[in-house]
């Protein structure tokens, strides 16, 4: 009866151990899949923030742009048509180019359940902030930004009409190929237009929104980027 007992706590260990290794083996699995994704998510990030980089400068030409044609129409020396077509140019071109970050990576950490393995609470709450607050303010205002675009480029043009022409392709921050101005029509009553400086002072306030919330990826990013580091040496 004894043999018997001993026989059975013997199988019975065997089996737990085995479950045991087993179920540390597949976690260790995950951990090592979860920091691949992780390395993944970093490179990405990288990539990112250049892009981000790249998106901010145009912005803020644009913002530089919008400034400078609130600030013709009311003052008396005026810019010059040229000077002004090509602001007003540069605007329509630019001012809805927007970035796009890279959601590969975080979706499999949702898929595979790496967000769960994740150690560090700080950086799980910086991936919710990155992709799930800050993408969605960011899609919401795409999409009015796109409109308020084509609506600024129509609803201008009786007033101030320009030709562009395309010399070279652009790579994908930009919506459109770049182009140079090749001539304007300014309208005589451009100047005494009230949705002219409403549209370039709606352009403004969209950008400078915009800009702002740029740099708050960039900010966040920066931080995740530390925080990865961080967690796959834990």
């Known amino acids: 009866m004894k043999k018997y007992l001993i026989e059975s706590i013997l199988i019975i260990g065997s089996v737990l151990l085995s479950l045991a290794i087993d179920s540390f083996v597949k976690k260790r699995e995950r951990l090592d899949q979860k920091n691949i994704i992780l390395s993944e998510l970093k490179t990405t990030i990288t990539d990112d923030l250049e892009q981000l980089k790249m998106v901010v400068n145009i912005q803020k030409k644009c913002l530089k742009s919008s400034e400078l044609l609130i600030e013709d129409f ?3 020396i005026k810019l010059s048509d040229k000077e002004l077509g090509k602001n007003f140019s540069y605007l329509k071109q630019n001012g809805v180019i927007s970035f796009f970050p890279q959601i590969g990576p975080y979706k499999r950490l949702l898929n595979t359940g790496g967000m769960e393995l994740i150690k560090s609470n700080a950086l799980r709450s910086k991936l919710l902030i990155i992709f799930d607050n800050l993408n969605r303010r960011k ?5 009015v930004l796109d409109n308020f675009g084509m609506d600024f480029s129509r609803d201008l043009a009786p007033l101030i009409n320009v030709v562009e022409e395309k010399i070279e392709k652009r790579d994908v921050v930009y ?3 770049k182009s140079i101005l090749k001539s304007i029509r300014i309208n005589k009553n451009y100047y005494e237009s009230e949705l002219v400086v409403y549209y370039y002072s709606e352009y ?3 950008i400078e ?3 702002d919330i740029y740099e708050n990826y960039n900010n966040i ?3 995740v980027v530390d925080l990865i ?6």
């Open 221 to 223: 990013f920066l931080e």
């Open 204 to 206: 403004k306030y969209w």
């Open 229 to 234: 580091d961080l967690e796959k040496s834990l």
């Open 209 to 211: 929104s915009f800009i």
């Open 139 to 143: 899609e919401f205002g795409d999409r």
């Open 74 to 76: 009311f003052k008396d």
């Open 175 to 177: 919506l459109n190929a």
